[in-house]
């Protein structure tokens, strides 16, 4: 299947401090990527919608200008976590879907954030 | 929006047992239903998947059916193995392109 690749694995920032975090897909175009955000035991909820040459899309609830998304080409997206704090830490997952068909969403290994 | 409830919360079985999960959901138009393995740390895996003109799909030790008029479908896992401990999620989209939303999980414990 296809892949997409998430960096980094694990971050351990200090509270105040920006963190960037990427998605991309290796052997595919992603028109769409979708942001998720999981807390211990809990299920995946989706912070936000990224389209390639467009603004993402906020869920409700969700801090557009302290979550900042990039989607600047088809195989790349960004998630930056400004100015964090300790509730922003989680665990960020993307996943993607090809331009090709298919409705299978692909998933990155996810992100450990630890705001200290 | 949709809402997707999942139960049981937490499943304990014999190996060799079979475990059954089942989710609801509230939007009638929504279309495929995937099932997602996620073990500890990692990311979510697709075990299996249904789409709406399908009442039910199976693959090896794993099956899904799918209520579209009750707005429900299921999960079964026969003969489990403790490797397929991990916690299960289902999900629901209404139209390709269109996010996921996923149930809150269910955490499968199968005991040797």
């Known amino acids: 299947g296809a892949v997409v690749s998430q960096h980094p694995s694990r971050v351990i920032c200090k509270s105040g401090t920006s963190v960037k975090i990427e998605c991309r897909s290796l052997d595919f175009q992603a028109t769409t990527m979708f942001w998720y955000r999981q807390f211990p035991k809990q299920s995946l909820m989706l912070m936000a919608t990224s389209n390639e040459g467009s603004k993402a899309t906020y869920e409700q609830g969700v801090e557009k200008d302290k979550f900042l998304i990039n989607h600047a080409s088809l195989t790349l997206s960004t998630l930056t976590v400004t100015s964090a704090h300790p509730e922003d830490s989680s665990f960020y997952i993307c996943?993607?879907?090809?331009?090709?068909?298919?409705?299978?969403?692909?998933f990155g290994q996810g992100t450990r954030l630890t705001v200290v | 929006g949709e809402n997707v409830e999942q139960h049981p919360s937490t499943l304990s079985v014999q190996e060799g047992d079979s475990a059954v999960i089942k989710c609801t959901y509230s939007d009638s138009a929504s279309n495929y239903f995937p099932w997602y393995k996620q073990e500890l740390g990692k990311r979510p895996q697709l075990i299996i998947d249904?789409?709406?003109?399908?009442g039910e799909k199976k693959d090896q030790r794993i099956a899904v059916t799918l209520n579209k008029t009750a707005k429900h479908f299921s999960l079964h896992i026969t003969e489990t193995q403790p490797e397929d401990s991990a916690v299960y999620f289902c999900a629901v989209q209404r139209n390709y392109g269109q996010n996921f939303v996923f149930g809150p999980g269910t955490r499968l414990s199968v005991l040797p």
């Open positions: 249904i789409r709406s003109n399908v």
């Open positions: 996943s993607a879907r090809g331009n090709a068909g298919g409705t299978e969403a692909f």
